[in-house]
């Protein structure tokens, strides 16, 4: 299974840099795996962590979040929100049992095509590595839809 | 002047001179009227209600607890002297703390019979799910009331444990100090666990199933209105009852489908009191670890509060009296996530530092932790409506 296992990531970039660096690396035809979906957002700190936690619930099997360097943010301390957004959101998503690579934070400029490359094959690597979302696992299903009790009370 | 405003005034009046003695200042100043600039939630206007039966009938009320602790219930008291008179126009079919209503006779009425059930308490078990679709099979109206039904509240916390239902039942029955102890000396070959079903010689036994995942009121039934609060307050329960009463008597139409009675628009620190100076947070403090000054924000003195991100209603009642909000009254309208929304808001109160821009994220990881359990204390009454519902567990881990 973990063979044929093909991620899909939801990558959230903000429109000054990291879009930028993502088309730059589209212009560099640089080769990327195709499992990521981007969406652009005008600063990485407009990402609520409700977006994290929306594109997890509903299946994604990693989230990556990409921002201006420090001190480059077009808003000035945008960047600075999101850091400490996402480092604690990180916190939460651990105690929910997910484990923290799955979602990532990184710093992509509009000219760092190479990176935004980089970022995206490691990152996909990473996921492939941890196999698929657990919130789709047969456990976590079974334990969300109380299907034991169900049977147990069946029987009754 | 109603009979109990009596008692309130003396009970005001007391402590106020117990005060001017006192040398703690955090005492004295707690109950302070509210500075200009504050909003207050006023309560309904009930006026000269309950007149005698209504001309169409007294209307069923039902009053149900699922999951839940029982306070929900005698909040309902908090309606002061009105309670003494809800016999005048409501029949009250079924309320386990205080009447005799049983399943069989809520079985026995009509479809659609009650009028309003008021269902407090989150579904945990076999029995909830059973009685909440009963009620809403026999009801007209059926109206969640509390955080437990509204959202899952403190019983949706166990939704975070990885083994479900069978982890719980094993560690309060064989892990407890107490339990294990008893089961050691007692059961030392085969542990006693409470069993769903068991055999007798009289025929076979039953108690509810246990659910691996607690669930709000409206993920198992349809649900009309919303009436948060862990209890709800007075302020809120009154709007309510003014909701039914003008229904019963005026032929006021009832709010649409769906409507969370008794909440502002605005969050709660809109009513509160304090004065924020937006101070950043560099180090988290408890409420016991410090002198709580009584006109400042919480949050400007470093304890975390849910305000920012609770709905108001409440009018501010734990942050006048010095107690951080703990997000019982749940999120606003248009916000579904009530933790990543206190999580927002409070990880934006940390300074940015002069070496940020240079500083790598194991720096701010490590500012970050000083959040100690990050998600029982956003998610303190949420976890149940929350969009990842319950801990998963990693296959790979």
Known sequence: ?156 | MGFFDKFKKKKDAAPAEKAEGCCCAQKAAAPAAAPAGSNVFPAADLGEVFPGAPKNGKIKLAIYWAAACGGCDVSLLDTNERILTIGEFADIVMWPIATDGKEKDIEAMDDGSITVPLISGAVRNSENEHMVKLLRKKSAIVVAYGSCAMFGGSPALANLVPGGADEILDYVYRKVPSTAAFQEKYHADCAVVPKSTIQVPEGTLTLPVVYDTVKTLDQIIDVDYYLPGCPPQQESITHLLKAVVDFVYNDVALPPKGTEIGVTDKCLCDECPRTKEYARITKIYEPYQVNVDPNKCLMDQGILCLGPATVGGCNAKCTKAGQPCRGCYGPTKLVQEHGASALTAIASLFPVLDEDPTCDEQKIIEIMSTVKDPLGYFYAYTVGKSLIKRTVTEEKA
């Open chain 1, 1 to 156: 299974m973990a063979d044929n296992f093909e991620p899909l990531i939801v990558t959230f970039c903000c429109n000054w840099c990291s879009y930028a660096g993502a088309d730059n690396a589209g212009v560099g035809r640089r080769q990327m795996p195709p499992n990521f979906r981007i969406i652009r957002t005008m600063c990485s700190a407009r990402i609520d962590p409700e977006f994290v936690l929306r594109a997890l619930s509903k299946g994604a099997d990693g989230v990556m979040v990409l921002g201006c360097h420090p001190a480059d943010c077009h808003y000035i301390g945008g960047n600075y929100r999101a850091r400490r957004r996402i480092a604690l959101l990180r916190l939460v998503l651990e105690q929910y049992g997910f484990d923290p690579r799955r979602l990532k934070l990184e710093w992509v400029s509009a000219s760092e095509g190479e990176k935004f490359q980089t970022t995206v094959v490691n990152f996909v690597d990473v996921i492939k590595a941890l196999g698929p979302t657990p919130i789709k696992s047969e456990k976590a299903i079974a334990q969300s839809t109380n299907a034991v009790a169900y049977a147990a009370a069946k029987e009754e």
